[in-house]
């Protein structure tokens, strides 16, 4: 590896402000020095400049919220779109026989809210199996490829801090059962941190800059760059069914959900859930002139969130809880349109070092971090709908460390255990009040599954796992 260029490396970063970041070169190691060039090339620094200065800040909130409305798709009953759930099940289950869905599972999480210094996905979530969080749901994409009789790919998109660890734990469990070729991991982009009072790159360490995540919006560009993209059009891929790595109760590929998204021909198709009141803090999925947007609740007024409709329910019902169905062909044009995303800004404490080459670990926001959301898409979709679930068979999200008031892993495998057991009663088994129970995504995908394989009248009073 050649020594970089002070002098040049100094030119471009003055012509930023950004010279201060090459402090201490003459102290640094050759291999230092080379990362640090290695992470300049990658960066826009015109970019992060007109980012920092809110010159990119993307449509206003305040005119999106003035014209918001509830989103047009299918509630709960089945009720708001021209087909039946029969009709939709039906399509669904057809464009899987196809062989025309792939998975999407975003996984570039750390456990660090959950004290767990490891991909969130490798985390033991399974009430009774101690399952992680990539098993379940590799096993679930498994089970829906054996189930429609084709093989299902699914596409793991991790971060720097987890791609490692991340390739080595699932080559090590062989994939969970699906074949090495159906499961493709590539790393999303990174974004530099800035000071938030001046717009200055932080540097963590010597010759390395605080750099984090793009958000999961960098997916799209991320699967351009790395031919993610193109391997999904060459196995002839229609649809993407997307979700997060941290949400257990995910219905991957659930065949109703596909066929409201393929019967209207939605370019992207978003499961909401319907909130439990006006403030609750998720993002608010809502139709301003013909599209959709997501707001997040921070950026609703209070007016707005309360508002309601003639027949007193909420006028923006829909949360978002990061799942959506999305055709490879939208995502295969937003990915030439990818620039039109919008970076949103967030205040955190990042450690960085100071003039003297100390390292400074803040006790308040001090730094700027950037990133894209993928929802940001929507509003360039010609047609697009969302979904209504019932949250307690969709949504159990794995945030925070045990003890904390909600979405805890106590709560998630409490939700988890509690989802079996309506499954087993509802085909006559008996499940005593508090006894848990799990079942695998290879015994059952649903209660319909669940049919014939346990003899009906069957009792369980104790700790039981179907697998």
């Known amino acids: 590896m050649s020594e970089p260029s002070y002098q040049t490396l100094l030119e471009r970063l003055a012509r930023y402000g950004q010279e201060h970041v090459l402090m201490g070169w003459e102290q640094w190691r050759p291999t230092e020095r080379a990362v640090l060039a290695e992470q300049l090339e990658q960066i826009d620094l015109d970019l992060v400049r007109r980012l920092w200065q809110g010159e990119l800040a993307g449509q206003e909130v305040q005119t999106l919220v003035e014209r918001a409305d509830s989103p047009p798709g299918v509630r709960l009953d089945g009720t708001g779109l021209p087909f039946s759930p029969s009709d939709a099940r039906q399509h669904g289950q057809q464009l899987l026989r196809r062989g025309r869905v792939g998975v999407i599972l975003v996984a570039g999480g750390q456990g660090t809210r959950l004290g767990f210094p490891h991909p969130k996905g490798m985390f033991p979530?399974?009430?009774?199996?101690?399952?992680?969080?990539?098993?379940?749901?590799?096993?679930?994409?498994?089970?829906?490829?054996?189930?429609?009789?084709?093989?299902?790919?699914?596409?793991?998109?991790?971060?720097?801090?987890?791609?490692?660890?991340?390739?080595?734990?699932?080559?090590?469990?062989?994939?969970?059962?699906?074949?090495?070729?159906?499961?493709?991991?590539?790393?999303?982009?990174?974004?530099?941190?800035?000071?938030?009072?001046?717009?200055?790159?932080?540097l963590e360490g010597p010759g390395r800059l605080a750099l984090s995540p793009d958000g999961h919006g960098g997916l799209i560009p991320a699967m351009a760059r790395t031919g993610v993209l193109q391997d999904a059009q060459q196995r002839g891929l229609e649809h993407f069914f997307y979700f997060q790595v941290d949400n257990p109760l995910t219905p991957v590929c659930d065949p109703l959900f596909l066929g409201w998204h393929g019967l209207t021909q939605s370019a992207m198709t978003t499961l909401v859930i319907a909130k439990r009141h006006p403030l609750e803090r998720v993002g608010n999925v809502v139709s301003v002139d013909g599209r959709l947007y997501v707001i997040e609740y921070s950026d609703l007024p209070d007016a707005l969130a309360h508002r309601r409709k003639p027949d007193g329910s909420l006028l923006l019902w829909a949360g978002s809880i990061a799942v959506h169905a999305i055709r490879v062909d939208f995502l295969a044009r937003m990915a030439h349109q990818a620039d039109r995303l919008p970076f949103h800004r967030a205040r955190k404490k990042v450690p960085y070092l100071d003039a003297q080459g100390r390292l400074v670990h803040p006790d308040r926001p001090n730094a700027i971090k950037l990133e894209r959301f993928i929802f940001d898409i929507l509003p360039y979709a010609e047609r697009a709908i969302v979904v209504e679930g019932d949250p307690k068979e969709c949504f159990a999200p794995l945030k925070n460390a045990p003890g904390q008031p909600e979405d805890t892993p106590e709560s998630v495998q409490a939700q988890m255990s509690e989802l079996y057991t309506r499954w087993l009663r509802s085909v006559g088994v008996e499940v005593a009040d508090g006894a848990p129970v799990e079942i695998s995504p290879l015994f059952a995908l649903d209660a319909e599954q669940l049919q014939g394989k346990i003899p009906p009248g069957a009792r369980i009073s104790q700790p039981t796992y179907f697998e």
């Open 125 to 202: 979530i399974g009430p009774i199996s101690k399952k992680t969080l990539f098993q379940i749901h590799l096993e679930k994409v498994l089970a829906v490829g054996r189930r429609y009789g084709v093989s299902v790919p699914i596409y793991v998109m991790t971060s720097p801090a987890t791609d490692g660890p991340t390739r080595q734990f699932l080559e090590q469990h062989g994939f969970f059962g699906l074949p090495a070729e159906d499961v493709v991991l590539f790393c999303q982009g990174v974004m530099p941190a800035v000071d938030a009072q001046t717009g200055k790159l932080l």
